[in-house]
């Protein structure tokens, strides 16, 4: 017996390896990055404290991709982009686990590590994470041959402040934000937004986000530009939302207005709001209501003809 619990632990780990092999990281911007001011006291920041793991002071963006295992693989991909207010990146509990969380039933995930804006390194600091949004979009179709993906079948997710980036693409795929060498679409085929920052109206916004991304006095076109909920069209996809009435980051008007937007204009989607839970949880607390979203997800998915 204990012979056969020592190979079960020795192949978890042989499978483990495996596993963590074929995760590998794809540079956004093989060539020069768009919109970028060169600063060579830029230096990629990884750090932590008691309640989450980030990095900082990305000028090259990647994303690391979790290729879902060739047995479940269904062909659906998603492009995740983990929060934190347009400072930092959230990429464990906001990437990575959830990448992993994916993998589970099927689908490639791809943690997006963006640029945060900063005048430091971008002419425009405003649109620098949305060209690394569409950009990572537009690769995963171009490889989804390669990669086993079906290019009408590729996601958006964001979290918190990935999730304005997410709802910033998904009303604003088609907008000529940098020079595109083909005419790949940007377009998600579905968005899943965790209590996202939706508008930046600074009556509902949140502010860290809103003046990281948009300085300290935006105009009011630039205000309105940057909130997806007054953005929404026919032609924006579907979206599978979750906040938590006692958010008190990011008040959860941003994902009521945004599903509304979305049924006024006949676009299916799905809100869930749950009593407790905070801001921040990934994919849920113990315990907590709001760790019922990601089996609600998975649902959502399927109802779609996604898994």
């Known amino acids: ?26 540079i956004i911007w093989p060539d020069k990055v768009p919109n970028s001011i060169y ?4 230096k990629v920041v990884v750090d932590s404290d008691a309640n989450w793991t980030y990095t900082r002071n990305i000028a090259n963006p990647n994303m690391d991709m979790y290729p879902a295992p060739a047995n479940i693989s269904n062909g659906t991909a998603v492009v995740i982009c983990p929060g934190g207010g347009y400072w930092g990146l959230a990429f464990k509990h906001e990437g990575a686990q959830v990448a992993k969380w994916f993998n589970s039933f099927g689908v490639t995930a791809f943690v997006l590590k963006y640029r945060l804006p900063d005048d430091a ?24 041959k390669e990669w086993n993906i079906n290019p009408d079948k590729v996601g958006i997710m964001g979290f918190s402040a990935g999730g304005h980036l997410a709802a910033t693409l998904s009303t604003h795929f088609d907008d ?15 968005s899943i937004l965790i209590y996202p920052v939706i508008s930046m109206d600074e009556s509902i916004t ?15 076109e630039t205000v309105k530009y940057f909130s997806n909920e007054l953005q929404v069209n026919e032609k ?3 979206a599978f939302l979750v906040c938590s009435f006692d958010d008190d980051a990011v008040p959860i008007l941003n994902s009521i207005n945004y599903f509304l937007a ?6 299916n989607s799905e809100l869930h709001i749950y009593e407790k839970g905070g801001h921040g949880y990934g994919l849920g607390k ?22």
């Not at 979305?262 to 676009?267: D, G, R, S, T």
């Open 1 to 26: 017996m204990k012979n056969i619990l020592q190979q079960i632990f020795i192949l978890s780990i042989i499978l483990s390896g495996i596993s963590l092999a074929q995760i590998k990281s794809i």
């Open 39 to 42: 600063n060579k006291d830029y």
């Open 121 to 144: 390194i971008m002419v425009d600091k405003k649109i620098g994470p949305l060209q690394d949004a569409q950009e990572a979009i537009r690769i995963v179709r171009r490889k989804a």
């Open 176 to 190: 000529k934000v940098y020079e595109q060498k083909d005419n790949t679409s940007a377009r998600p085929d579905f």
């Open 206 to 220: 949140h502010m860290g986000s809103r003046e990281s991304l948009l300085g300290k006095n935006p105009s009011s």
């Open 236 to 238: 924006t996809p579907p």
């Open 262 to 267: 979305l049924k006024k204009y006949n676009v």
């Open 286 to 307: 113990s315990g907590g209501t709001e760790s019922a979203w990601p089996e609600a997800c998975k649902y959502w998915l399927k109802a779609k003809g996604l898994l």
